[in-house]
T-cell receptor, first 114, second 113 residues
Framework: ETGVTQTPRHLVMGMTNKKSLKCEQH?????MYWYKQSAKKPLELMFV???????ENNSVPSRFSPECPNSSHLFLHLHTLQPEDSALYLC?????????????FGPGTRLTVL | AQSVSQHNHHVILSEAASLELGCNYS??????LFWYVQYPGQHLQLLLK??????LVKGIKGFEAEFIKSKFSFNLRKPSVQWSDTAEYFC???????????FGKGTKLSVKP
């Protein structure tokens, strides 16, 4: 248990569905992240939020829409996804975004797009 | 652009064998270096990290890593592996102003009992 929780743990959705992934951190951190983990590829950073403000969007398609209502919660809204979007989506948090700050990861949401 | 290379995709060892997993990075500035581990069915967790000072870093569960600046390397070592070390190991580099981590593709370690 790292203090970062993610729900749901598994999600199957059709290409026309709308769903949301939720992440919550109980560590008092100020920065939160979304990563995509696909088989045989490095973890890909998607979004970074620092003090609720988005500081990084790593050229992610608009069918992924993040939301950070406060420093403890992070959402990833999904809409009209493609089968190639099937992956493990990881949330992480850190004290800040300084390059020395350790990131703590949640267990991930395994997403399957049919 | 930053990048991280992990040379081995899958390493298979017997218990008590010594382990060394390679990690090389490309980045011209000051970096911080991390090794994360992902046990089967579990979340990514920090194994060890290097910020500054002694280039030989000791982490949890008997792991250590050595930062060799001239070689842009941060190899992970353990003198004697156990079956419970079976996991996937990820090297990561942090640098730049946003603190983003760049991950390698990971090395899967299988330890035979």
């Amino acid at each position: 248990e790292t203090g970062v929780t993610q729900t749901p743990r598994h999600l199957v959705m059709g290409m026309t569905n709308k769903k949301s992934l939720k992440c919550e951190q109980h560590l008092g951190h100020n920065a939160m992240y979304w990563y995509k983990q696909s088989a045989k590829k490095p973890l890909e950073l998607m979004f970074v939020y620092n003090f609720k403000e988005q500081t990084e969007n790593n050229s992610v398609p608009s069918r992924f829409s993040p939301e950070c209502p406060n420093s403890s919660h992070l959402f990833l809204h999904l809409h009209t996804l493609q089968p190639e979007d099937s992956a493990l989506y990881l949330c992480a948090s850190s004290q800040g975004v300084l390059f020395g700050d350790t990131q703590y990861f949640g267990p991930g949401t395994r997403l399957t797009v049919l | 652009a930053q990048s991280v290379s992990q040379h081995n995709h899958h390493v298979i060892l017997s218990e008590a064998a010594s382990l060394e997993l390679g990690c090389n990075y490309s980045y011209g500035g000051t970096v911080n270096l991390f090794w994360y581990v992902q046990y089967p069915g579990q979340h990514l967790q920090l194994l060890l990290k290097y910020f500054s000072g002694d280039p030989l870093v000791k982490g949890i569960k008997g792991f250590e890593a050595e930062f060799i600046k001239s070689k842009f390397s941060f190899n992970l070592r353990k003198p004697s592996v156990q079956w419970s070390d079976t996991a996937e190991y990820f090297c990561a580099v942090g640098g730049g102003s946003q603190g983003n981590l760049i991950f390698g593709k990971g090395t899967k370690l299988s330890v035979k009992p």
